[in-house]
């Protein structure tokens, strides 16, 4: 049987943080869910960096299909939890149906990766986080060291069952470190 890998994002996911990854499971053969708040037509974004501007712009991206809402996830039917970054995770925290799902992951030591913004999530499940090594888009550091967790200026980062990548540019390393540790 297929491995069954959870993303969970929403509206204003960074396009390449959610697609690329969900491409890659499915190129190796397992199973991949979008899970949002509810089951509808998201709406991506892209971020660039760009001279003009001191921090990265953002534009309208692709449309993707949520397979499922939150609040149906059993955490236990899955293997591994993927949490892309842009503005979703800002939002998609506060969803009480969340919490619980990112906790079973770090409970049951199963893979887990979040990428730029995607350590805005992290902070609900802080109880988890608190001594560990993570890194994050360079704006998320004061989050990272409130949840009691050290940030690392490395672009990816693996501590145990945890990966952590910059932004989508580590892409490449990200997703071969989480597929190191599905596999």
Not at 35 to 50: I, Q, Y
Not at 103 to 128: D, M, R, T
Not at 153 to 166: A, Q, R
Request: hydrophobic letters at 45%.
């Amino acid at each position: 049987m297929s491995k069954k890998v959870l993303i969970v994002t929403g509206d204003a996911v960074e396009a390449l943080e959610v697609f690329y990854p969900y491409y890659r499971l499915l190129e190796e053969g397992y199973e991949a869910v979008i899970a949002a708040p509810s089951v509808k037509t998201l709406h991506t974004v892209c971020h660039d960096f760009e001279a003009h501007s001191e921090t990265y712009t953002e534009k309208p991206a692709y449309q993707l299909p949520a397979h499922a809402a939150f609040s149906d996830i059993n955490p236990e039917a899955f293997d591994a939890l993927i949490i892309p970054g842009g503005r979703a995770p800002e939002y998609i925290r506060l969803n009480e149906s969340l919490k619980p799902i990112v906790a079973h992951f770090f409970e049951a030591n199963k893979p887990v990766a979040a990428i730029c913004h995607g350590s805005q999530v992290l902070a609900i499940v802080s109880e988890h986080l608190a001594g560990r090594k993570l890194t994050a888009y360079q704006a998320c550091r004061p989050d990272v060291e409130a949840m009691g967790a050290i940030y690392e200026k490395e672009t990816l980062h693996v501590d145990g069952n945890l990966v952590s990548g910059h932004a989508w540019p580590d892409l490449p390393g990200f997703m071969r470190e989480f597929l190191r540790l599905l596999r």
